[in-house]
């Protein structure tokens, strides 16, 4: 691996680099070789912090049940301390009149009084209304498994809120060179 890992080039503006740290992205172990690093990190750092009785990652994203924001603070700190090169943010929870909510992967949580979790729809802001144009060179079956893939995310996920997340992409799609007859 040390061979691998220590003679990973690639170039930037016509010149050669040599990566100095990091994982060689397209390399058939790295993918395997990152999940075993992060679960060493984590893993020291819930044994120094006895206190998260539940802790989950998927890829990036890590779900801890702690007590209190203090707490998260701390086991933040914790797992952040385990490595120079690796910075976990935190998200806090916000809170409302009778629950309070945190969002997971693209799933917002609503943690009611009684303890009683709920799921909601969730979409990341983001600059534009992003999405495959009519327009590019990509084959119509992928543009269409696309479409059909983002429908399918918000059957799946929007609840109650399913008719307005429908129709906000409709719209993004009509804004990237969509028809009627497309979608």
Not at 41 to 62: K, S
Not at 63 to 85: C, G, I, K
Request: some cysteine; charged content about 25%.
């Amino acid at each position: 691996l040390r061979a691998v890992f220590g003679l990973t080039f690639f170039t930037f503006e016509e010149r050669i680099y040599r990566q100095k740290s990091g994982l060689p992205m397209g390399c058939a172990v790295s993918g395997i070789v990152a999940i075993l690093f992060m679960e060493r990190i984590e893993q020291t750092a819930l044994a120094l912090f006895a206190r998260c009785p539940l802790f989950r990652r998927y890829v990036d994203d890590c779900y801890a049940l702690v007590s209190s924001e203090d707490e998260a603070s701390r086991l933040h700190a914790t797992l952040t301390e385990q490595h120079p090169s690796i910075k976990f943010e935190l998200e806090a929870c916000t809170r409302e009149k009778d629950a309070t909510r945190l969002s997971l992967l693209s799933l917002p949580v609503r943690i009611e009084a009684s303890g009683e979790a709920s799921f909601d729809f969730f979409t990341k802001e983001a600059k534009s209304d992003i999405f495959l144009h009519r327009q590019s060179a990509l084959l119509w079956s992928q543009k269409s498994a696309a479409i059909r893939n983002e429908v399918s995310r918000i059957e799946a996920r929007s609840g109650a809120n399913m008719d307005s997340h429908r129709a906000a992409l409709k719209e993004k799609l009509h804004s990237n060179g969509y028809s009627e007859d497309d979608i």
